[in-house]
T-cell receptor, first 116, second 116 residues
Framework: KAGVTQTPRYLIKTRGQQVTLSCSPI?????VSWYQQTPGQGLQFLFE???????NKGNFPGRFSGRQFSNSRSEMNVSTLELGDSALYLC???????????????FGPGTRLTVL | AQSVAQPEDQVNVAEGNPLTVKCTYS??????LFWYVQYPNRGLQFLLK????DNLVKGSYGFEAEFNKSQTSFHLKKPSALVSDSALYFC??????????????WGAGTKLIIKP
C-alpha cells in the first residue's frame, strides 16, 4: 500500500500571501488530520476531517482552514501568511471510524513552509 | 489541565546500552498513550500504544513501554540501543477537548542520540 503523500514538499511564500497544501491518505483511510510542527511549539493539532466533514479542530485562528474530498484527499489552506506560520505541516491518516483517537496515525513526510 | 511532558530534551546513550525516554501525563479519565518516532526529514512513525491491559507494551523495532498509573508515566525503553535508533521521539496522549471531541496532545519530543 502506498503511504501518505503530501505535496508540495517545500514552499516559500511571503507575508500576506495564501497557500494550499495537499494530502493523499492511505487507501481506505477516511480520517485525515493536520498538524503544525515547529521547534518551539512542538506538534500542534490543526484539524481532523472524516467523510468530508471537519470532525475536530485545534486552537488555530480562522486563517487556517481545510477541506476533504470524496476520495478522502485533503487540503489545508492558510490565508494572509505570517512569519510565525513557517513550520513543517504534517498530514496523518487513520482508520478512525469513530472519533476516538485510539488508532495509530500514519504520517506523510510533511510540507516545509517558509514565510519570508 | 490535561498535558503530556517529556522532561528531557535530549538523551545520550552508548550503543548496546539500555535506553529510556521518559513521558509523564495528566489526563481526565483513562489514558490512551502513544509513542511515535521521527527520523530526519521524514514524517512520524507509530511505535506502540497503550489502551488497556498489560502495563508493558511491546512495539516496533524492539521498543517497549511501561504504563505506570500511580506515577502517571509511560516511559519508552529498549534493552540494547542501536545507532539507527537515533531520532526524535514523541509521546502523545488522547484527551477530551473542550468541545467534547477526542484529540491527541503531544509532548515536545526527546532527541535520542546513540553513540557508537
Amino acid at each position: 500500500k502506498a503511504g501518505v503523500t503530501q505535496t508540495p514538499r517545500y514552499l516559500i511564500k511571503t507575508r500576506g500571501q495564501q497557500v494550499t497544501l495537499s494530502c493523499s491518505p492511505i487507501s481506505g483511510h477516511r480520517s485525515v488530520s493536520w498538524y503544525q510542527q515547529t521547534p518551539g511549539q512542538g506538534l500542534q493539532f490543526l484539524f481532523e476531517y472524516f467523510s468530508e466533514t471537519q470532525r475536530n479542530k485545534g486552537n488555530f485562528p480562522g486563517r487556517f482552514s481545510g477541506r476533504q474530498f470524496s476520495n478522502s484527499r485533503s487540503e489545508m489552506n492558510v490565508s494572509t501568511l505570517e512569519l510565525g506560520d513557517s513550520a513543517l505541516y504534517l498530514c496523518a491518516s487513520s482508520l478512525e471510524v469513530l472519533a476516538g483517537a485510539y488508532n495509530e496515525q500514519f504520517f506523510g513526510p510533511g510540507t516545509r513552509l517558509t514565510v519570508l | 489541565a490535561q498535558s503530556v511532558a517529556q522532561p528531557e530534551d535530549q538523551v545520550n546513550v552508548a550503543e548496546g546500552n539500555p535506553l529510556t525516554v521518559k513521558c509523564t501525563y495528566s489526563v481526565s479519565g483513562n489514558p490512551y498513550l502513544f509513542w511515535y518516532v521521527q527520523y530526519p526529514n521524514r514524517g512520524l512513525q507509530f511505535l506502540l500504544k497503550y489502551i488497556t491491559g498489560d502495563n508493558l507494551v511491546k512495539g516496533s523495532y524492539g521498543f517497549e513501554a511501561e504504563f505506570n498509573k500511580s506515577q502517571t508515566s509511560f516511559h519508552l525503553k529498549k534493552p540494547s540501543a542501536l545507532v539507527s535508533d537515533s531520532a526524535l521521539y514523541f509521546c502523545a496522549v488522547r484527551v477530551l477537548s473542550m468541545d467534547s471531541n477526542y484529540q491527541l496532545i503531544w509532548g515536545a519530543g526527546t532527541k535520542l542520540i546513540i553513540k557508537p
